[in-house]
């Protein structure tokens, strides 16, 4: 089945070591996203990509980074987490802008220890 | 600027019961798109509906019924007849033309035995 697949479902990590969150799409969409959610709260749109065009928001924090080798692959690089980094970290992708009916993976679940 | 308000932090209803979760949204935007969303405790977003800003009409899918006024920027989700399995925290979402979407805060839905 086309998908979007999120991996890990589960990252452990340590307070300012560098981790790289995944997210695999076999849609052919042009457009990913990230979205941050953190605990009781909503989803965070942090930045997106249509096709390679990168598309930060205002206040996506400078220690958040993100990759799109392909139209299948985008990556969440954050380089240093902070404890208040622990969040639901979801990947999105839409066919194209002016379409609508995003697909959403599962989720990465970032614990900062 | 958009915004998405969901007032009701938390619903608590007992199985059977009807219950409805409001959504109230603002956007400077003629052409847009609602949505539904429900997060389950597994986390993952699953789609409920899409509304556009040009149809007005209501509609209803089995137990889900949705109201969407344009006069009142309101788009309010039902539940009929309650089951347990209807326990989740559910998204009010709105998007531009562009399809970047806003979440509102979400509804904490506990439906008891």
């Known amino acids: 089945d086309a998908m979007v697949i999120q991996n890990p479902r589960y990252q452990v990590t340590q307070f300012g070591k560098p981790v790289t969150l995944s997210c695999s799409q076999t849609?052919?969409?042009?457009?990913m996203y990230w979205y941050q959610q953190k605990s009781s709260q909503a989803p965070k749109l942090l930045f997106h990509y249509y096709d390679k065009d990168f598309n930060n928001e205002a206040d996506t924090p400078d220690n958040f980074q993100s990759r799109r080798p392909n139209t299948s692959f985008c990556f969440l690089d954050i380089r240093s987490p902070g404890l208040g980094d622990a969040a639901m970290y979801l990947c999105a992708t839409l066919r194209d802008r002016g379409t609508y009916g995003y697909t959403f993976g599962s989720g990465t679940r970032l614990t900062v220890v | 600027a958009q915004k998405v308000t969901q007032a009701q932090t938390e619903i608590s209803v007992v199985e059977k019961e009807d219950v409805t979760l409001d959504c109230v949204y603002e956007t400077r935007d003629t052409t847009y798109y609602l949505f539904w969303y429900k997060q389950p405790p597994s986390g993952e977003l699953v789609f409920l509906i899409r509304r556009n800003s040009f149809d007005e009409q209501n509609e209803i899918s089995g137990r889900y019924s949705w109201n969407f006024q344009k006069s009142t920027s309101s788009f309010n989700f039902t539940i009929t007849a309650s089951q347990v399995v209807d326990s989740a925290v559910y998204f009010c979402a709105l998007s531009d033309a562009n399809n970047d979407m806003r979440f509102g805060a979400g509804t904490r839905l506990t439906v008891k035995p």
């Open positions: 849609l052919n969409h042009n457009v």
